[in-house]
């Protein structure tokens, strides 16, 4: 006859009374967190709220916290491993948050600029995706976010496809960004091809001709079309296009200076002073 083995009496009752007391040290920790927090004093707060956490692993409206803090000491653009480090605890820490409070739109905005600015361009387009399966309304505005963020990326090609499938979804601004980004790749990289630059250098011009449709009186876009055609000038072993396309800029460049002559002439003058 085997017999049950039970735990005495005294052993049960001890052992939601020690759960109980990790919850309140917990929420101590906690509580300590926020001062921290509200004096500025981050990494010390960081460390009170993972505490907390340790302690009391059902606490999770403090990984909002977590998230935040965590936010507060990343600096974007520094690689070092501690900033680093910083990015991937903000973004694993929203990511635990939403899990359980998935309609914070704070931290969502909050988990998506952070994706973004530690660079996880990937990650920050999945969520987007999924937040079009949640919410099909919201397709306008998270396209207009995809195309800005593959633009950031440097994810040129994918941006300007995007905008061919989606051109509803695009404004003067974004167009002009495009032709912004062109530029800048075509100036700056020097390992890209004659074919690569060429198709590189009439997508921004295209793409800053539709914001200048959209958008006539359009300064920057102007400067830019100028300085797009300069780098398709470049590029030419004909001496006559070589010609044609400089010409092109120098047009854009005196265009965007009348415009800009016009711009100041309407500025109403200053009152005079009494």
């Known amino acids: 006859m085997h017999k049950t083995l039970t735990l005495p009496a ?15 040290a917990a929420r101590v920790e906690l509580k300590k967190g926020n001062e921290l927090y509200k004096n500025e004093q981050y990494s010390e707060a960081l460390k009170q709220f993972q505490l907390g956490l340790k302690r009391d692993p059902d606490a999770s409206f403090a990984w909002r916290s977590v998230g ?3 936010l507060a000491l ?6 070092s491993p501690k900033n680093v480090q910083y990015g991937k605890t903000a973004t694993e820490a929203f990511e635990k948050y939403l ?15 952070t994706y973004v600015n530690t660079k996880r361009y990937n990650d920050a387009l999945a969520y987007l995706d999924r937040r079009v399966q949640e919410s099909p309304q919201e397709l306008p505005a998270v396209q207009q976010m995809k195309l800005n963020i593959l633009t950031q990326a440097g994810r040129l090609d994918d941006a300007w496809n995007l905008v061919k499938q989606h051109p509803e979804a695009a404004k003067a601004e974004t167009y002009y960004s495009l032709g912004v980004a062109a530029w800048d790749k075509s100036y700056h990289d020097t390992s890209l091809d004659l074919a690569a630059r060429t198709q590189l250098i009439d997508n921004g011009l295209d793409a800053l001709d539709k914001a200048l449709k959209l958008k006539p009186e359009y300064f920057e876009a102007m400067v830019y079309t100028n300085l797009l055609y300069r780098e398709k000038a470049k590029i030419q072993t004909d001496a006559n296009l070589r010609a044609e396309y400089t010409a092109k800029a120098d047009e854009w460049q005196q265009k965007a200076l009348a415009l800009r002559k016009k711009t100041m002439a309407e500025k109403p003058s200053p009152a005079p002073k009494s």
């Open 10 to 24: 005294v052993v049960l009752l001890v052992l939601p009374a020690l759960v109980g007391c990790d919850k309140v």
């Open 68 to 70: 935040l803090t965590a």
């Open 74 to 79: 990343y600096r974007p653009g520094d690689e």
């Open 99 to 113: 899990a359980e409070y998935p309609k914070d739109q704070k931290v969502r905005d909050y988990l998506l600029s």
